[in-house]
T-cell receptor, first 112, second 116 residues
Framework: DAKTTQPNSMESNEEEPVHLPCNHS???????IHWYRQLPSQGPEYVIH???SNVNNRMASLAIAEDRKSSTLILHRATLRDAAVYYC?????????????FGGGTRLMVKP | AAGVIQSPRHLIKEKRETATLKCYPI?????VYWYQQGPGQDPQFLIS???????DKGSIPDRFSAQQFSDYHSELNMSSLELGDSALYFC???????????????FGQGTRLTVV
């Protein structure tokens, strides 16, 4: 699986937007970009995923660079509940392999 | 909405004992994954099953085994437990085996195993 690089930690103020970057310079044409987050003492939780176009859902937005070598997860208004470790994960859309590989996520801290 | 159910939520075992963790996927989900998360670490993939067959294997010790049953629930069997097996064990389920496409994995709340 292609490697992703994320900042170790980021800090945000409550009710402000948060932009979480992810670099994936070796991404292949069939890799989907997935984001999961893990709140303290809970299992990972799906956030959003995309291939080429920007994506929006009720939780967040995903902005994908035109060359697909980087992406940004956008939380429009951070709340205290958004404090978690955020993982950017690449998944090959043509591969039958199943697992998500977690590693090197960003710990987001939200200040009241 | 129904979620992934794991049991037990907490388990304390002594060294060299055996443990069985159970996972009940979301109804109609056909794929189950097991992850191990040690203190301060990222979740590590152990093994997965699709339609009751093992589909992928990660860093699962030989002392561990798992299977998926006809009702799609899964069990992780752990024998000769070691202190280092103390961790959170997460189960996840999805509707298709290929997460690269338009499927997401739903995780349970985990089983906290403590080996003393």
């Amino acid at each position: 699986d292609a490697k992703t690089t994320q900042p170790n930690s980021m800090e945000s103020n409550e009710e402000e937007p948060v932009h979480l970057p992810c670099n994936h310079s070796t991404i292949s044409g069939t890799d989907y970009i997935h984001w999961y987050r893990q709140l303290p003492s809970q299992g990972p939780e799906y956030v959003i995923h995309g291939l080429t176009s920007n994506v929006n859902n009720r939780m967040a937005s995903l902005a994908i660079a035109e060359d697909r070598k980087s992406s940004t997860l956008i939380l429009h208004r951070a709340t205290l509940r958004d404090a978690a470790v955020y993982y950017c994960i690449l998944r090959d859309g043509n591969k039958a392999g199943n697992m998500l590989t977690f590693g090197g996520g960003t710990r987001l801290m939200v200040k009241p | 909405a129904a979620g992934v159910i794991q049991s037990p939520r907490h388990l304390i075992k002594e060294k060299r004992e055996t443990a069985t963790l159970k996972c009940y996927p979301i109804p109609r989900h056909d794929t189950v994954y097991w992850y191990q998360q040690g203190p301060g670490q990222d979740p590590q993939f152990l093994i997965s099953f699709y339609e009751k067959m093992q589909s992928d294997k990660g860093s699962i010790p030989d002392r561990f085994s798992a299977q998926q049953f006809s009702d799609y629930h899964s069990e992780l069997n752990m024998s000769s437990l070691e202190l280092g097996d103390s961790a959170l064990y997460f189960c996840a389920s999805s509707l298709e085996p290929n997460l690269g496409m338009n499927t997401e994995a739903f995780f349970g709340q985990g089983t906290r195993l403590t080996v003393v």
